[in-house]
């Protein structure tokens, strides 16, 4: 059987901003509109989606409590959710679990952490966030933090993981606690492969190869995470799949992630509403490049590892943009499709779609002590 996963979206930002995800929230794209919203429980029924993982997202900008608030406060927002609409989802924590809600015809909601600021320096509340449902961390975000530094610090702090996150990942390990390397620095990446005795996933990460962004991984690195064992899951956002893009846009993405930072200060400053709106709308003016372009990074990882180390991250409902085809949740069945027409066996595409991250999420689990 087919399990259609997505490692990772920003879903719960949008439960946090009010919608209700047992109606569909947004008709799809609607270029211009604001806020384009991604991921709703219905639209992921209609993508045949499986399995998601929902990113218990937190700002490097956050000071520690406000980050554990933040983060606690995702998790509520995700479980009310998933409580008032259990005729569709179900909160998962295991594989096993997972495919037996696929038997049932229910779509498996995980929770990862995106940035471990939550957890502060404190090893009980790593453990207590694993108790909540989180099943795995991607250990910073866009700035460094106490764990490690970040492929977008603008200075390395610790030059890769620091002694407390050498703790981290010995108890992640621990605890069967998947850890992320998405968004972290190339030398906290080699550290991490150092330090963790489980196989490691980049949940939402794309080629450099292909693109170079410090957000991609090169060859050498999804070959050594390949060697251990470990997976890398496609990310669908635009600037990461294509270099003309991201060119075209770089400078755009600038002002909209200032203009973001002023409108999220007052949401309801009809000022700030409309530089966000004119924001967007520059970005969605630039030709986005087909949903096909996924596919081919999946490609790239297939010809450098083999099969079994590729998978889907979306990040959708993190992301400005999608892809031109791939707009929202709904459409995910076309990534099966193209895999079909570049003459993927079935049972190749059921590892890509999502064997290889359960896999790797079940090992992980049976390395727990
Ligand atoms: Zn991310």
């Keep these: 059987m087919m399990f259609l996963l997505d490692s990772h979206c920003d879903a719960p930002l949008m439960l946090a901003k009010g919608a209700d995800f047992g109606r569909r929230v947004e008709q799809g794209y609607t270029p211009g509109k604001f806020p384009i919203t991604h991921v709703d429980f219905r639209r992921m029924k209609k993508g045949g989606v499986n399995g998601s993982f929902f990113a218990i997202y937190t700002s490097n900008a956050l000071q520690p409590d406000a980050a554990t608030r933040r983060a606690l406060e995702l998790i509520s927002r995700v479980y009310d959710a998933v409580e008032r609409n259990l005729d569709l989802v179900s909160l998962t924590t295991t594989p096993s679990q997972a495919r037996r809600n696929a038997r049932n015809g229910l779509i498996s909601i995980f929770m990862g952490m995106e940035n471990g600021a939550p957890i502060q320096k404190d090893l009980s509340m790593l453990r207590m966030f694993r108790r909540l449902g989180i099943t795995y961390m991607t250990l910073t975000h866009a700035r460094s933090n106490e764990i490690c530094d970040s492929c977008t610090s603008p200075e390395p702090r610790w030059h890769g993981v620091s002694p407390f996150g050498r703790e981290v990942i010995a108890e992640m390990n621990r605890l069967g606690m998947m850890i992320d390397v998405s968004h972290i620095s190339d030398e906290s990446f080699w550290d991490v492969l150092k330090y963790s005795k489980a196989p490691v996933v980049a949940t939402h990460s794309c080629c450099r190869a292909l693109n170079v962004h410090p957000r991609n991984m090169t060859d050498e690195m999804i070959s050594a995470m390949a060697e251990r064992g470990g997976v890398i899951q496609i990310n669908f956002y635009p600037s990461f799949l294509d270099s003309d893009y991201n060119a075209k846009v770089s400078e755009l993405i600038d002002v909209e992630e200032v203009t973001q930072v002023e409108w999220l200060k007052d949401p309801s400053d009809p000022a700030l509403q409309e530089r966000m709106r004119a924001a967007v709308e520059a970005m969605n003016a630039v030709p986005r490049p087909s949903y096909r372009k996924i596919v081919d990074h999946i490609d790239h990882v297939v010809q450098l590892v083999g099969v079994r180390h590729v998978g889907l991250g979306s990040d959708f409902d993190g992301i400005e943009t999608c892809p031109d085809g791939l707009e929202d949740i709904s459409r995910m069945q076309k990534i099966i499709i193209e895999l079909r027409r570049r003459g993927y066996s079935e049972s190749d595409i ?20």
């Design 350 to 369: 059921r590892l890509i779609a999502g064997g290889n991250f359960l896999r790797v999420m079940e090992t992980v689990q049976q390395m727990a002590d």
